[in-house]
Each structure stands twice: as structure tokens, then as C-alpha cells.
T-cell receptor, first 114, second 115 residues
Framework: GAGVSQSPSNKVTEKGKDVELRCDPISGHTALYWYRQSLGQGLEFLIYFQGNSAPDKSGLPSDRFSAERTGGSVSTLTIQRTQQEDSAVYLC????????????FGNGTRLTVT | AQKITQTQPGMFVQEKEAVTLDCTYDTSDPSYGLFWYKQPSSGEMIFLIYQGSYDQQNATEGRYSLNFQKARKSANLVISASQLGDSAMYFCAMKDTGANSKLTFGKGITLSVRP
């Protein structure tokens, strides 16, 4: 059906607050990925899911970051006690899960920590 | 560990001309896939083209082609007949075996098309 959907599209929060970012992947895509992109920079891998499990969470910057995926579908990325350096665009992508399958990206959530 | 290198500074090309965007990679895995994405100023990530490590021919998709030189570990993107709408950031990325392994991105190259 539709593409990858992320919400909110923009989030402004105060330093120290917790935030939740949501990703709704393309229906039937088994793999789901979270990336972070700071202004003018490349994409930094955070975590990926195969089904509901996360075989690779090596990119999570600190224990303030966590993510879960339920029902093999929707994923939530949670950042606790936000810091100004967390300000970035958080991109979610999904894939059918083959080597030659491109990742389909959502439009991202722009997080600003004041 | 995977590594993608894109070292060109901002690139400029005249409208209707061809341009090559460089990408080199490093992996110890014999089976891998190479991807190019376009990110215009709107921020969306647009998939352009894919090349598998065992593919015998260079990939082509419309005006996009990939100059794949396996021995040199390079996968350069060639855009023919540049259009103003091609102005964007371009990212090279790689995925190795383990179908759901992460896609590792280079730092990107900014392309500006001049009228």
C-alpha cells in the first residue's frame, strides 16, 4: 500500500524530556531500520529489526535510546532525557529483506531539542 | 567492517551534460550489494540504482548507470543528460550478506546542475 509513514513530522522538545518517534513500515516488509541524519551530514545507522527482534542495535548512541517493534509492523524509537546533541532528522526505512532489496524511507521526523 | 568513501567536494555540472559521482567501498564479504540514493532539499531519500557484487553487467536505470569496477572496489554513479532537478545530495551505500544487514552509507556528494 502506502509508503513508510513517520510521525510526528516535526517535534520540538525541551532538554531533559522524553520523546517517542513512530514508524509505520510498508505492509509486508519484514525488515525495519532507524537512521539519524544531522544537518548536512550522512546517515548514521541506529538499529534494525527483523520481525520484532533487533539483531543489530549497535548504532544506538547511548542507553537513553531504545526502540521496539510490535506485531512485525509499527516501530517506536524512544529517546529519554533528551539532549541538544540529539537534534537531528530521524529516518525510518523498511525492506522486504533480500540482499538486493533497497530500503524504502519515510520522510523523517525532525527533532529539535531546546 | 564495511566502509563507504565519497570524497568529492561539491560537484557542478552543466545542464544536459553527463557527470560521474565517485564511490569506493571496502568489505571482506564476497557477496554484497551497492546502492545509490538521491536526497533533494526536500529531504526524502530516493532509491536510484542497485548493483550486486556478482552481477556481470553494470546496472542501468534510465539516465543513471553504475560504473562498477570490482577489482578497484569502486561503484561510480553516472548521470547522463543532467537536468536541473538532479541537483541534490547523492549517497552511495552498501549492504553485505545477511539479507537484513544494515545499509551503510557514505557521507554523500552535493551535485549542483547549472542552467
Amino acid at each position: 500500500g502506502a509508503g513508510v509513514s513517520q510521525s510526528p513530522s516535526n517535534k520540538v522538545t525541551e532538554k531533559g524530556k522524553d520523546v517517542e518517534l513512530r514508524c509505520d513500515p510498508i505492509s509486508g516488509h519484514t525488515a525495519l531500520y532507524w537512521y539519524r541524519q544531522s544537518l548536512g551530514q550522512g546517515l548514521e545507522f541506529l538499529i534494525y529489526f527483523q520481525g520484532n527482534s533487533a539483531p543489530d542495535k549497535s548504532g544506538l548512541p547511548s542507553d537513553r535510546f531504545s526502540a521496539e517493534r510490535t506485531g512485525g509492523s509499527v516501530s517506536t524509537l524512544t529517546i529519554q532525557r533528551t539532549q541538544q546533541e540529539d537534534s537531528a532528522v530521524y529516518l525510518c526505512a523498511s525492506s522486504p529483506g533480500l540482499l538486493n532489496s533497497p530500503l524504502h524511507f519515510g520522510n523523517g521526523t525532525r527533532l529539535t531539542v531546546t | 567492517a564495511q566502509k563507504i568513501t565519497q570524497t568529492q567536494p561539491g560537484m557542478f555540472v552543466q545542464e544536459k551534460e553527463a557527470v560521474t559521482l565517485d564511490c569506493t567501498y571496502d568489505t571482506s564479504d564476497p557477496s554484497y550489494g551497492l546502492f545509490w540514493y538521491k536526497q533533494p532539499s526536500s529531504g526524502e531519500m530516493i532509491f536510484l540504482i542497485y548493483q550486486g557484487s556478482y552481477d556481470q553487467q553494470n546496472a542501468t536505470e534510465g539516465r543513471y548507470s553504475l560504473n562498477f569496477q570490482k577489482a578497484r572496489k569502486s561503484a561510480n554513479l553516472v548521470i547522463s543528460a543532467s537536468q536541473l532537478g538532479d541537483s541534490a545530495m547523492y549517497f552511495c551505500a552498501m549492504k553485505d550478506t545477511g539479507a537484513n544487514s544494515k545499509l551503510t552509507f557514505g557521507k554523500g556528494i552535493t551535485l549542483s546542475v547549472r542552467p
